[in-house]
């Protein structure tokens, strides 16, 4: 059922990482415009590094960009335009907002003026006079009001260019945002998101030139979310302490990396740490683990009778799952609750898998296929769900290898070792072995079948994070 058409705009994609299926599950149809912003002032001083043509290096970095986002399991939007494609929008929108005096021209630049809108400043609650734009660079005297900005710059040497009604230029950073949302969306719809960064000035510049442009303008909400800090400082090229999604993705599974991005709310400032990443390896292995195991059971039965009795005794604890899911997300998208929440039915299913015959036996099978049901649906809507489990296990088992520096062979040969040492009673042998694998995140389970190996947080890291607690 379509309850209503959603519009929405997600300048940057990063942390809203559920609210499309969210929105969707709910029943919307959501229409998502996601921005590519190809020309801009990094861009080319980068590609002038490089000795590249500015288009061409934005089209790489798009590339890798949807790479990144499809292993991270992000919906694609509907339309992802970008500024190099929309200069008649762009251009049509400025001669618009000069037709009705916003803005003024020298010497082949356009500017805004901000005096001409009042409202300026209604998103971040800046007053205008607060407004020291310019302070750090030199202010541009040609300017009418030092927080003016460029909706147009005149072509200067070694930069791509348009021609345009005001000669031959590139258009500010802010009129993009405002052209191509009212290209795709009109100037009226429900969601703009963007980074708390992007609050001001650019959100804010967007606002005046739209609403500039036409009066019907408006954004219902804005949602911004937290930077990403690293051991609690901002990632930052200046400090040295910034990597790629890419980068992370060598040594972590992708779906570890998501769960971790949503075990924060989008507003709160997120924590990178290694700590943080093994903390959601582990969780997201025991959480397929857990699945894997219960689809196990639920394939031994042939019969499949039970498929779709929901028993009372795991019902209210679904319910209680389903209820805590709704609320959490609608509030906000509450998502490290409604990751909390999952712990729960998790519990239940590992008992159920371990509780043999008996009493509950009756209703274990009805009972699994119940709760596996329930989360296989939240882990969908929160974008976890993979392809199966079984692929998914293995992937982190890979990963750990790798973060371990060790082959899957090279633990298979120590296993060996540790029990030929238990069988001569060398315990301090045996000792030795498994506190060197579990030193770098292998840890070794014992059962009368025989040694197996799962990955774990390296034991240094636990220790680091009890001290913590
Ligand atoms: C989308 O626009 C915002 C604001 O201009 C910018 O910060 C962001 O980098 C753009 N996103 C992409 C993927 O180019
Ligand atoms: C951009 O890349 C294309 C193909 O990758 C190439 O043919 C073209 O010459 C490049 N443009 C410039 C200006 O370097
Ligand atoms: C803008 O949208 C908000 C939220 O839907 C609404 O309360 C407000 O009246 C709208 N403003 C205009 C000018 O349409
Ligand atoms: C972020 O992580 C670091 C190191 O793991 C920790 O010391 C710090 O308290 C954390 N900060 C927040 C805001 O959680």
């Not at 058409?5 to 919307?28: H, K, N, P, Q, V």
């Not at 570890?256 to 990178?272: E, K």
Request: net charge negative.
């Amino acid at each position: 059922m379509i309850l209503a058409t959603l519009a929405m705009l997600a300048f940057t994609s990063s942390s809203m990482f559920s609210i499309g299926r969210y929105l969707r599950y709910m029943g919307y149809e959501v229409k998502y415009v996601r921005n590519f912003t190809d020309v801009d002032d990094k861009i080319i001083a980068r590609a002038n590094q490089l000795g590249e043509d500015p288009i061409n290096l934005s089209r790489r970095y798009c590339e890798e960009f949807h790479y990144d986002m499809t292993h991270l399991q992000c919906l694609a939007p509907s339309t992802e335009p970008r500024v190099s494609d929309h200069l008649p929008q762009i251009i049509d929108m400025i001669k618009q907002i000069l037709d009705k005096d916003f803005a003024y021209m020298i010497d082949g630049d356009v500017y805004f003026s901000v005096d001409k809108f009042p409202e300026y400043g209604r998103l971040s609650g800046r007053k205008l006079e607060d407004n020291r734009a310019g302070e750090r660079v030199a202010v541009d005297s040609r300017k009418k009001h030092p927080a003016d900005f460029a909706l147009w710059k005149s072509a200067k040497e070694g930069e791509p260019f348009w021609e345009s009604p005001w000669g031959p230029g590139r258009p500010g950073w802010h009129i993009e945002c405002s052209a191509m949302s009212a290209a795709y969306l009109g100037y009226s719809f429900d969601i703009h998101g963007g980074g708390m960064d992007l609050v001001f000035p650019h959100h804010e510049n967007e606002i005046a030139q739209s609403c500039a442009a036409c009066d019907r303008s408006n954004v219902s909400y804005w949602m911004h979310n937290g930077f990403v800090t690293v051991d609690s400082e901002k990632m930052s090229k200046s400090l040295g302490n910034f990597f790629t999604i890419r980068q992370v993705l060598e040594v972590y599974h992708p779906l570890a990396l998501r769960l971790f991005l949503i075990g924060t709310h989008y507003r709160s400032p997120i924590n990178y740490s290694d700590v943080q990443l093994e903390t959601a390896s582990d969780r997201i292995f025991y959480i397929y683990q857990s699945l894997y195991d219960c689809e196990n059971v639920l394939g031994e039965d042939d019969e499949a009778t039970w498929k779709n009795v929901n028993p009372p005794e795991t019902a209210s604890c679904i319910n209680e799952f389903h209820d805590d899911f709704l609320t959490s997300m609608s509030d906000d998208l509450h998502t490290p609750v409604v990751l909390a929440a999952m712990s729960d039915p998790l519990k239940t299913i590992n008992d159920l898998i371990h509780t043999r015959k008996g009493k509950k036996q009756e209703l274990r099978l009805e009972s699994l296929a119940a709760l596996e049901k329930a989360l296989r649906h939240v882990l969908t809507v929160l974008g976890l769900m993979p392809t199966s489990y079984s692929e998914a296990l293995q992937q982190l088992r890979e990963k750990a290898l790798k973060r371990a520096k060790l082959t899957e062979d090279e633990v298979l040969q120590r296993i060996e070792e540790r029990t030929t040492a238990r069988k001569n009673k060398e315990y301090e042998k045996s000792d030795a072995i498994r506190k060197d694998l579990a030193a770098v995140g292998i840890a070794l389970m014992d059962s009368p079948e025989g040694t197996t190996w799962r990955p774990a947080i390296p034991l240094a890291l636990q220790e680091k994070l009890v001290a913590a607690t």
